[in-house]
Each structure stands twice: as structure tokens, then as C-alpha cells.
């Protein structure tokens, strides 16, 4: 049996907040954001919207997207760095929230990698027989972990949500091969103390060697090469870096994903955000080859390598 992606949606709070907003708050300029990270703007949540809230505006969709109801889910699996509390998990208040009352539900906590972690034990469920249908949901409140007084820091992240209904597809189609790891050691290089603490050129290093070498890992996994791959969506962390794992693709410009200018890193919710752009602006169609794949705090990273269809 073999696990894909059936349904997916997304959710992005209202409130923009632009490169020009916060150069009236802080030492920076739009020009040095830009120039460095490709970003120039970001979505924040206000107060009354939690990471629960976000998980559950993205998940109707994509329920609606499958067409199926709550009550067919068999597991709920949120990858989030930013619960409402440190329990219950968001999964349990989502589920509870979606009426989704036969459903296991936890907590994945994998950073920026944590869609690809939640993605890759979906498709185990589901090859095995065990379930049927597994959300998946990325989603992120980093402004609540922000320090914006520290412009390292504050000029890179917007909160979001993205989520995909993961179940069988037919013979050819879905999740094709996966790559998960992780570095302990580099944990030092990007963690939480009371807001987000950021070591920019390790984690640039380890960026960019990672995305690349896992995008080639798991095609050579699935017996394929860089002439088959139709579309890279990559984490939305930093242009330099996305730009050099396309490059290790030898990908022309146009078959990469790029959301990092509207939205910042939005972490766990970065990837299945890119996809549903990408998806509804029409360029990725039925048979593609899509290669997904991401890095986060921990040190962790995650890629897949998806034959895009039911």
C-alpha cells in the first residue's frame, strides 16, 4: 500500500508586518533583510489566535481537500516548537476541536523539520495497514518566542499553519523514498532559552550542505536522478540557502519553490505552506516528481521524495 498525500490546506494570520515596519523599531533596513534572507514580510498572529487555533483553521481544509470528515482520521500528528502549553499537546486540543473522536493524537517536536518528521511516520501508518488516514500539521507562533529586540532574530520569523491528510494512493503515486537525521551536537547552534537563540553561520553551514545532500539522498533512494525531479520545495529559511540546495538539483529557477519573501521562516509550517502555493497556483500537476525537504533546531532535517497525485 502506498502512502501520499489526499488532501491539504493552509492558514496564514492577517496582520502583515513589513521590512519598513520594522526598520521604525529596530536598527535594520529592509535592503540588509532582503539582501541576506529574501524575505520582506511576515505574517504575525495577534493575541487571540494561539498555534491551536492556526493547527485548526489548516486542518478543515484539508480535510475538505480529501474529502473526508473527522471521524475518519485515525491519527493526528502536529509538528510544532510553540504549543498553547506544554500539555495537553496541540493534537490532543485539535482533535478534540475537530470532532475527531477515534483518532490518536501527539505532539511532534522537530523544529523546522518537524512537517517532514510527521510526514514520514504518517506514511508508516498507512503502509503498514494500521491506519487509513493521518493529519499531518505543521504549524507555528514564533512571534511568541521572538526577542524583537534582537534583529539577528526578529527579522526572520512569521507564525502559520500547513496540513496534509496522508493515506493510500495508488500504485506509483506517493511517498516514493525519505531521509530523517539528526546532529545532537549542534543543538548549542539554534535553541530556546526564553526566545529563539541563533549561532547564523553554523546553522548557515549546516544548512546548506544538509538540504543538499539529503534532496540527492533520498532520489538515489528512490532510483532516480536529478533530471527527474519536476519541483523542489525546500524550507522557507533564507533565499541563500534554498538557491543552493536548487543549485545542488541543477533545477532551473522556476522549479523551485519560493514563499520566504511573504512569510518569513514559519518553521514546521513553511513546507506544507509552499505546497498548497504551489499546488493552487498550478505548478505542480499530477505526476510530478516533487522533492520536499527541510532543517531545524535540534539539529534535525528531513526530505522526501514525492510522486505528486492520488
Known amino acids: 500500500m502506498n502512502a501520499g498525500f489526499i488532501g491539504i490546506g493552509r492558514y496564514t494570520p492577517d496582520k502583515i508586518v513589513t521590512n519598513a515596519d520594522l526598520e521604525k523599531v529596530m536598527d535594520t533596513s529592509d535592503e540588509w533583510i532582503r539582501t541576506r534572507t529574501g524575505i520582506e514580510e511576515r505574517r504575525i498572529a495577534d493575541d487571540s489566535i494561539d498555534t491551536s487555533d492556526m493547527a485548526f483553521f489548516a486542518a478543515e481544509k484539508a480535510l475538505e481537500d480529501a474529502g473526508i470528515s473527522a471521524e475518519q482520521l485515525d491519527m493526528i500528528l502536529v509538528a510544532t516548537v510553540t504549543p498553547d502549553q506544554p500539555f495537553p499537546s496541540v493534537a490532543c486540543m485539535l482533535q478534540e476541536r475537530l470532532g475527531a473522536k477515534k483518532a490518536a493524537a501527539m505532539d511532534i517536536s522537530a523544529a523546522c523539520a518537524g512537517f517532514m518528521y510527521g510526514v514520514v511516520t504518517a506514511k508508516q501508518f498507512i503502509e503498514t495497514g494500521a491506519f487509513t488516514n493521518v493529519l499531518v500539521v505543521g504549524v507555528e507562533k ?86 527527474d525531479v519536476d519541483f523542489l520545495i525546500p524550507h522557507q529559511a533564507n533565499i541563500r540557502i534554498m538557491e543552493a540546495s536548487r543549485e545542488r538539483l541543477e533545477l532551473p529557477v522556476e522549479k523551485m519553490s519560493k514563499t520566504v519573501h511573504k512569510y518569513g521562516n514559519t518553521s514546521a509550517a513553511s513546507i506544507p505552506i509552499s505546497l498548497v502555493e504551489e499546488v493552487e497556483a498550478g505548478k505542480i500537476k499530477d505526476d510530478d516528481l516533487i522533492v520536499m525537504v527541510g532543517f531545524g533546531g535540534g539539529l534535525t532535517w528531513g526530505a522526501i521524495a514525492v510522486r505528486w497525485g492520488r
Not at 162 to 178: N, T
Not at 200 to 216: I, P, T, W, Y
Open 142 to 227: 514564533l512571534s511568541k518566542v521572538t526577542d524583537w529586540n534582537d534583529r539577528n532574530t526578529a527579522v526572520l520569523f512569521g507564525d502559520g499553519a500547513g496540513a496534509a491528510v496522508i493515506g493510500p494512493v495508488s500504485e506509483g503515486k506517493g511517498i516514493l523514498s525519505f531521509e530523517l537525521g539528526a546532529d545532537g551536537s549542534g543543538g548549542k547552534h539554534l535553541y530556546q532559552d526564553e526566545f529563539i537563540i541563533m549561532n547564523g553561520r553554523e546553522v548557515f553551514k549546516f544548512a546548506v550542505r544538509q538540504m543538499g545532500e539529503s534532496s540527492l539522498n533520498v532520489l538515489e533512494k528512490a532510483g532516480l536522478s536529478k533530471e
